[in-house]
């Protein structure tokens, strides 16, 4: 079985800790990262071997990821939610 495409946004935080279990974990991938500062985005997705994104939007259209992890103050979360889902991200 092939590993699910995983991207993750909001990597600076809590997330970075999400980006390394998905990076372990067996029957995943870390594709993508998203963050709003480029910087940590760079060093994340260096660090893990995933392509940096600045926009989430850009990173799921792109990315061919599968699922998301998002990893912003929660009030992010509803737009970034619908915004995947309807791109047939889960």
Known sequence: MKPVKFGVV???GM????CKAIAAMEG???TAVSDVSAET???VGTEL???PYTDYE???R???IEAIVIATP?????PMAEYAARHGVH
């Open 62 to 64: 792109d990315a061919g």
């Open 74 to 78: 929660h009030y992010f979360h509803p």
């Open 10 to 12: 909001g990597v600076g």
């Open 49 to 51: 071997g995933a392509k």
């Open 15 to 18: 997330g970075g800790s999400h």
């Open 58 to 60: 850009e990173m799921i």
């Open 28 to 30: 995943a991938e870390l």
């Open 41 to 43: 985005a760079q060093r």
